[in-house]
């Protein structure tokens, strides 16, 4: 039997004893109810590289058809966030902008779990939830002709930068021609030699630094180039 203490929030199958707690989040103006436990990731509140990444995350305007994918989702509060603010837009904008279909990739079950739990109790619909290494969805979602229009993960940093390679390579394989990937990494644990690790991997597509904060570096990366300012961090394109 695996030692519990070999555990990490990015195994697949933690062994760990659960524990359960109830936490009430606020983040960029919206409240949210989230169970979490033992075993999975920032159990105790949203960790603060999800929390600037929200924060600070620029998102599509509505249109029809439209998916977004997080990588990672834990136990959902990003996922979670995206469905707010979405549906606030649809019901308090004229016109009611189309909501989009959102997906999320969670490899770690007993998050799995939480994240299907909290997404019930966040009356969270039209969610669909990839459970497993998001590396073993990736030609599944190809041969169904998904795509997503934006991608944003807060990724496991400390699986190293090959596995991290993996993830977002198919990430940019699965973006939409106009799509764009989001993402947000600590400095210290290798954000600027990760950054030029992507470069290589595309050297035609623009990379842009969005937000410095406690630490964290926010970046966006795109096959097109794209213009904005300070104010749209935290906006739509």
């Known amino acids: 039997m695996p030692d519990p203490k070999d555990n990490h929030y990015f195994s697949q199958h933690p062994t760990s004893a659960q524990r359960m707690r109830k936490l009430f989040e606020s983040v960029r103006s919206h409240s949210m109810s ?7 990731f920032s159990p105790d509140a949203i960790d603060k590289g999800t929390r600037v990444l929200i924060e600070n995350m620029i998102i599509p305007d509505p249109q029809e058809n439209m998916k977004l994918l997080e990588i990672g989702a834990g136990y959902g509060p990003l996922t979670i966030w995206l469905h707010k603010e979405y549906n ?33 109790a966040n009356n969270c619909k039209d969610v669909t939830v990839l459970k497993g290494d998001f590396r073993d969805h990736i030609d599944e979602l190809k041969t169904q002709g998904i795509t ?12 190293g930068h090959e596995v991290m390679l993996e ?12 799509g764009y990937i989001q993402y947000v990494h ?12 992507l470069q290589d991997l595309q050297p035609d597509w623009y990379f842009y630094i969005l937000k410095k904060k406690a630490g964290f570096q926010v970046i966006l990366i795109s ?8 104010e749209d961090y935290g906006g739509y394109f």
């Open 34 to 40: 989230l169970q979490t436990s033992s075993g999975v």
């Open 167 to 178: 993830l977002f390579q198919g990430a940019m394989d699965l973006l939409s021609p106009t």
């Open 223 to 230: 096959p097109i180039e794209r213009e904005f300012d300070e």
């Open 186 to 197: 600590l400095k210290k644990l290798g954000a600027p030699g990760f950054l030029q690790k």
């Open 88 to 120: 606030l837009r649809h019901h308090s904008i004229s016109g009611n902008p189309p909501l989009p279909h959102i997906y999320a990739s969670e490899v770690n079950d007993r998050a799995v779990w939480l994240l299907n739990r909290n997404l019930l």
């Open 148 to 159: 997503f229009e934006a991608i944003f993960t807060n990724p496991p940093l400390k699986t």
